[in-house]
Every structure is written in C-alpha cells, then in structure tokens.
C-alpha cells in the first residue's frame, strides 16, 4: 500500500496480493487491535477465496495486541454489525470486498454501535499504522481464538420483529434470491422460508470465484434472475451484492427496478405510517425521494455520497430510514446500516399489507428519466474547476454538499460532481422528459469543458 490513506469511503480495498497483502493486513490488525486497546472483537468474512487468509492475518494482528477476539466465520456484513451491538462487543471486523470483482478483497472495521467506523477514528488507526505506535500485549495476555456460533439466526429472528409476519405468511410469496454466489445465500433464502415464502434460488452456493456474474447487482447481472422470476411465476425477485448489505429488485413481470425505486417504495409507507419524519439520503440520490417526501409529509436530510456518511448522520439527528441509490437502505428500528434481508422483509410487508402486486406498487410512484455520462479532467485541476464553475453559475441556488447539484423548478435537476478516484467528472441528470435529461448533460458538460480547456491553457 503506497497511499498514507488506508481507508476509502467503506473501508480497505484492494487487489489481493498486490495492494493488499497478508503481511500488510496483519499490520493492520496490530493498528486496529492498539486502537481498540485489547477489546473484544467478533471477526467474519465473505466467501471470497482469499478471505480465509486474510481473516488469520488480522486476527494474528488482533491477538498480539491483546484483543479478545471471537471468530464467527462466514456471515453477511449486516449480520456482524447486528451482532457487535446485540453481544455488546468493542468492535469488529468484516474481511469483505462487498461488490467488488473477484480478484479484491478488504477490511471493513465496526465500531460498537454496529456502524462502521467514522472518520476520524480511521485517520487515528491509520496514524498508529504508519508511525507503528503499537501497544504489544504481556504475553500471558495473548489469548487462542474463540468461535462465536449462532449469530446468522439471531440477526434473521431480529429482523422478522420489524415486519408483520402472520400477514406475509398468509400471502404464500413465491420469491426468487439471487445472492451472486455471496454470503446473502447463508440468511435471506431461510429468511424467507421462515416468513412463509415458498424460495426458488439461483447462484445461492457461496463461491468466491463469483463464477456466473459479478457481486455486483447492477441491471445488466441481473437478466438471469429476471428471466427465473417469469419462469417460475413468482411475485418478486431479489438480488444481493456480495456481502448482502444491498438489495435490487425485480418485479412479477421480471421488470429490475433500481434502488433509488425501492427505497422510494419503503420511504412512502414509512411516513404514511410516520409523517414528519427525517429520510437520509445521499446527495446523488433521486429528486424523486424528495416528492414523496414532500408528498407524504417527511423531510429530506442530504449527505455527501458514501454509506458511513448516510449511518453516522442517521444516528446523529435519530433519522429512522435512510437509503442509497445503489440499492442500501438503512432502517433504523432494526440498524443504522444497510441491510439487505431487512430491506427484503419490508418489502414483502407493503406488498402483503397492501396487498398489491410489487409492479403496481411500484408503477404508482413518480417517474423520472437518468442520463449519466463523464468528462475527462485532470485530477490536479478537478477542485479548480468545480470551484471556477460555482463561481460562473452565481446566481442559481446550488447545493455543494459533494460537487455541486442543480435543481431546477420542473423537478429536473444535475449533479456534477468530480470521481474520487478516476481522471474524471460525472454528470448525473434527472427529470420528467428525456428530452429535458438530455439537453441538462449537454450544456453542462459543454460549460465544464470550456472551464477545463480555459485552465489548462493557463498552466
Ligand atoms: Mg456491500
């Protein structure tokens, strides 16, 4: 690892073996066990192949610091973050590449509360990493590794306390999992089976080669399961990214919604049943969240884009139901996290208490047409620029919570905002007609490039 950052927006990423390696993550475990100051930890991982490695590294790493640590094997990220708050642990660690391809793998560290670790706590392990401040344990302090059984039922018991079970089991659902071949296989298929669902699955053995499409849930991997649904005749399809902290859905007609129509779903009951409640959501979310907000009396709270953003800011203004574009709903009452099986479960609730077809339910909310595309810019002028566009646009209300976002008064909006880590700009354009879509890309990323042309001159 080169960078003096460890840390991305979730976690510790790389390619085994190149940007990550077992020496290095060893280290790791001696930075993170020195910051939890020889606590109790439950570590778990996915099923990638190199997790098992990477699991003993960190743990040997834990250990030395005198960490009691308690290993609970294969598990999907939101079951540990459940279980490190319910056995009140310190902390833990989840070895998991979440929907990265298979050749990656990473670290994510949890606080006590269930919620990956904010920020600042970050820069302090990476600090005691690279100036090797390690807090070596007595040897009589250096423990074996335990085994924490169980924690998969207990984390499915907990989610079916936030759902209506005796009316979902009257419904029989028929619904088809596609896990990916990731640990969402081990919960959300018994899951079902115990709210009464008959489960039909597809790619559900745990394969860390990811061998019939990739952890990630994005419509174009996800042909095979919607192809299952109409084949079967189910009432509903879902599919998890690798470590199954997110959910995409297709509907009885094989139809694959995105996440930002689901989540928009969940938010419309939520504050039927809940009006002047907080929605948390990042800033790249669709405007559509805010009408239903509008609508149903709620009141939206954007963040910059990243899932610990949505948790930490959740947890500060007590919000109960937060959600991301990509797929990540956050609901409160059950975790501040995102949370795959919960999201599949309250799913089924609106469409067993309502008794509606997942398609019409879906169809009732707003529509708004995407078009996304990229500019190429220099990293090192990427803040110039953004900076130099602000000050052009004067004048325009402009939100710059991350980039900056225009909303306009026809409910259309654009977000330009610069990637972290690629040579580029995104546009994210949304509204009412492809035509209005389509000329909000075209005249932004005409104006950015002018501004990038202009700069570039300069030096
Ligand atoms: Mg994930």
Excluded at 433 to 444: I, P, S
Aim: charged residues 25%; hydrophobic residues 35%.
């Amino acid at each position: 690892m080169q960078s003096k950052r460890l840390f991305g927006t979730n976690g510790i990423r790389g390619v085994i073996n190149a940007d990550l390696t077992s020496e290095c993550v060893m280290k790791l475990g001696v930075a993170i066990g020195t910051f939890f100051k020889g606590g109790q930890i439950l570590v778990g991982r996915d099923g990638r192949t190199s997790s098992p490695m990477f699991v003993h590294s960190i743990t040997g790493g834990l250990i030395s610091t005198g960490c009691t640590i308690y290993d609970v094997g294969l598990v999907p990220t939101p079951a540990i973050q459940y279980a490190v708050k319910r056995y009140q642990m310190d902390g833990g660690i989840m070895v998991t590449a979440s929907h990265n391809p298979p050749q990656y793998n990473g670290i994510k560290v949890i606080a006590d509360d269930g919620i990956e670790l904010p920020r600042e706590y970050e820069i302090e392990i990476e600090n005691i990493f690279y100036h090797e401040k390690f807090q070596w344990a007595e040897w009589e302090q250096v423990e074996k590794v335990h085994h924490l059984f169980g924690i998969l039922s207990t984390y499915t018991e907990a989610i079916k306390q936030h759902v209506d079970i005796r009316t979902i089991r009257k419904k029989c659902f028929h619904v088809v999992v596609d896990p990916g071949n990731g640990v969402g296989g081990l919960t959300a298929p018994y899951l079902l089976r115990e709210m009464g669902c008959n489960v039909t699955t597809i790619n559900a053995n745990v394969d860390g080669t990811f061998p019939r499409r990739s952890p990630e849930p994005k419509l174009e991997n996800l042909i095979e399961l919607s192809l299952a649904v109409r084949a079967v005749k189910a009432d509903m399809g879902v599919a998890y990214d690798g470590d199954a902290d997110r959910s995409i859905f297709v509907d009885e007609k094989g139809k694959i919604h995105w996440g930002d129509r689901t989540f928009a779903l969940i938010e419309k009951f939520f504050l039927m049943k809940h009006p002047g409640e907080n929605i948390v959501t990042p800033i790249s979310s669709s405007g559509l969240i805010e009408e239903i907000a509008e609508k149903y009396s709620g009141k939206v709270v954007w963040t910059k884009v990243g899932s610990i953003i949505v948790s930490r800011m959740m947890k500060k203004i007590d919000a109960k139901l937060g959600g991301e574009e990509n797929g990540g709903v956050f609901y409160a009452p059950h975790q501040s996290v995102r949370d795959g099986a919960m999201t599949t479960a309250l799913i089924l609730n609106i469409m067993a208490k309502n008794r509606r077809k997942l398609s019409e339910l879906l169809s009732e909310l707003p529509k708004y047409y995407i078009e996304k595309e990229e500019l190429e810019c220099p990293h090192e002028l990427k803040v110039k620029v953004l900076e130099e566009f602000i000050d052009q646009i004067k004048g325009i209300i402009i939100d710059t919570i991350d980039g900056a976002k225009i909303r306009f008064q026809d409910k259309s909006s654009i977000l330009i905002r610069p990637s972290g880590t690629e040579p580029i700009f995104r546009f994210y354009s949304e509204g009412k007609t492809r035509k209005r879509v389509v000329q909000l890309v075209k005249e932004y990323k005409t104006k950015l490039d002018e501004i990038i042309r202009k700069l570039q001159n300069r030096q």
